[in-house]
């Protein structure tokens, strides 16, 4: 079955996303946080260096740095620190006629997007925004696994596709706001620590 480049788009708040079938990309999640908080990251090209990029995938590899916080600060208020935008991205390869498309889902930092003040860049701050992007990568993993045992035999593929992506993503939007409310935005040390090892684990116990 082939799926045509029709967009649907939606904004929610501190989230945006747009999906494309085809050739398709979606984003979720940019925002500010406060003084000691800060927001996700990703990481396109495995094993590049992450510095050098403007966008990349989630690497097990490699970290986010504030090097890859190129955006020109636009603080909401004046005890933003900082803004990271990350996404999950959905898309399909072109199969032949009757075959069924490959689903590719990935998670993607977008530097020239993400900003930092100049007084910010500390290393818990950036802790506090490596969990985020961490978070990001979760439910890129979730969302792939479900994606996984999709049926293209359904009556509405495209709209099939897209609730089940607003499932996931209604899942990743309430653990980035519970992240944030019980770090306090990282500035909850010992919470900070909890959220740490949870996200850890959780990556360790869900297949990429």
Known sequence: MQLNNNILAWAKMKYVCAIMFGISACFIGSSAHGKDGGNTGADSDPGASVAHKDQFQWNEHSRLSWDDFKGDVNAAT???AAATYC???IKTNSTAPGGKPEIIVYNTFYSK??????DARIQSILEHEQGHFDLCEIYTRKLRAR???FDFNVPNVKQALINLYTEV???YENRQQAYEQETVHGTNVEQQKKWREMISNELSNIAM
């Not at 997007?113 to 100049?118: A, I, N, Y």
């Open 87 to 89: 996404g999950i991205g």
């Open 147 to 149: 994606m996984a045992g």
């Open 169 to 171: 993503n209604s899942e």
């Open 113 to 118: 997007k993400s900003w930092v003040r100049s």
């Open 78 to 80: 004046e005890e933003s």
